[in-house]
């Protein structure tokens, strides 16, 4: 009974949806300005960082982007010592914006579709938290309809709506083996969705001076019908039917209010701050569809904290066909101590930024980023699995995105 309750708490996933791998991956211009564009109206990627400067873009326009995420952790175990590390294959966040509007209307229409919480993570085979997990597949991806009304020179107001879909595989070894000495694993796989909205306000109460006001509304993702495969010896199958489960997962809201200044006719410098309401997800609970005396429902803390950010960034005209961009920001871990897990091995970051923006014909431009997401060290032990040791995490982010503006 003793391994069969060690079994059962380790069938509780940490996660569904991401939960410190929020991805700000919505527009390579912002992303190389620290993430930073609440207050500017660079391009179409304003449809996600604030709908209400969507109708003081001076052009329609469509884009797409794609980013190369290249992860690294590195686990040392609090007990053995021993260190290890993840085989994690590169995630590729998208992002997709048109914007059209006549030239003489005071109202634009965009349309979003971009990945804001994403992570695929694969642990080295026979680490020591193979019993927490081994590899999750994260995708998810928002639409956003959006309206903004320019409601004169200074002032612009807009709204979207929100639909959210998300996709899940978890995987994870079991403290159980066969007579032949095989592993014994789950698999937890599924899909969600859910809607929300996302809010704006731009002002620009000086020529030389934009402010921007935008919310991004919780977004609850449900999963219903998922699927859970346990692959355990014969005698145990009765206890751990493979079958359905659900859960429900609140993605946070987030407050931002950003400034921008243009402190010459060639430099732009504009800063954010976040406001992220992860307090909302204080426990997951997984529901099976069939339950027997060792797989019962469950609720598992979670306790997360509201959190913020704060993002600085710039860019340069170099010439009429060359801009430069670079920034920074600084990131707020929500994750309290003692609730750490293998798959968000989340810590405060200190991120740096950079790209460059190139106009090579008449109405089309071609912006590239980079970014290096740097976690802080973190040393903690799960109240839920006892995984106890110390993770360090670096990102490298390239990216790319194409513009063609048209009237």
């Known amino acids: 009974m003793k391994k069969l309750f060690i079994v059962l708490s380790m069938l509780s996933p940490s996660l569904l949806f991401a939960q410190g791998f929020q991805v700000n991956l919505q527009g390579q211009k912002q992303q190389a300005m620290g993430g930073a564009g609440v207050a500017t109206n660079l391009d179409g990627a304003s449809v996600f960082y604030n709908p209400g400067s969507v109708s003081h873009l001076k052009e329609n326009s469509v884009s797409v982007g794609v980013s ?30 048109g914007v059209w509007g006549p030239k003489e209307s005071k109202f634009k229409f965009g349309m979003g579709v971009y990945t804001p919480f994403g992570s695929t993570i694969k642990y080295e085979d026979g680490w020591s938290g193979r019993y927490a997990l081994t590899q999750m597949k994260l995708l998810s991806v928002f639409f956003q309809p959006t309206l903004s009304y320019k409601v004169n020179d200074k002032l612009g107001i807009g709204a979207g709506f929100v639909y959210g879909y998300g996709h899940i595989d978890l995987s994870k070894d079991l403290p159980i083996a066969n007579a032949n000495g095989q592993q014994s694993t789950a698999n937890l796989s599924g899909t969600a969705g859910g809607m929300g909205y996302n809010l704006g306000v731009y002002y620009k109460p000086i020529e030389k001076i934009s402010i921007g006001l935008s919310y991004r509304s919780q977004v609850n993702m449900k999963l219903k019908n998922g ?86 960034g710039g860019q340069y005209t170099l010439s009429e066909k060359i801009l430069l961009r670079a920034g920074m920001n600084y990131e707020k871990s929500p994750i309290k101590n003692g609730y750490v897990t293998p798959e968000v091995p989340d810590a405060d970051r200190l991120n740096f930024t950079g790209g460059i923006g190139y106009k090579p014909i008449e109405r089309f431009m071609i912006d590239a980023s980079f970014s290096y997401i740097n976690f802080m060290k973190r040393t903690d032990t799960n109240i839920e699995t006892n995984l106890s040791g110390t993770y360090k995490t670096r990102i490298l982010v390239p990216g790319l995105s194409l513009t063609y503006n048209f009237n």
């Not at 040392?76 to 010592?81: A, C, H, L, P």
């Not at 993840?86 to 966040?93: F, G, M, Q, R, V």
């Not at 307090?279 to 609720?299: I, R, V």
């Open 68 to 97: 190369l995420t290249a992860e690294s952790t590195a686990f040392r175990d609090g007990n053995s010592q021993q260190q290890f590390r993840t085989n994690s294959p590169i995630s590729t966040p998208f992002t997709g914006y």
């Open 227 to 312: 699927s859970a495969t346990f692959n355990v010896p014969n005698s145990l199958q009765t206890n751990f039917p493979s079958g359905s489960f659900s859960a429900t997962l609140p993605l946070p809201q987030v407050l931002t209010l950003g400034v921008a200044v243009n402190a010459t006719e060639k430099l732009v410098v504009t800063a954010d701050v976040n406001y992220i309401g992860w307090g909302s997800y204080k426990s997951l609970s997984f529901d099976y569809a069939q339950n027997t005396t060792s797989l019962k429902d469950t609720e598992s803390p979670r306790n997360y904290k509201n959190t913020y950010a704060i993002r600085l």
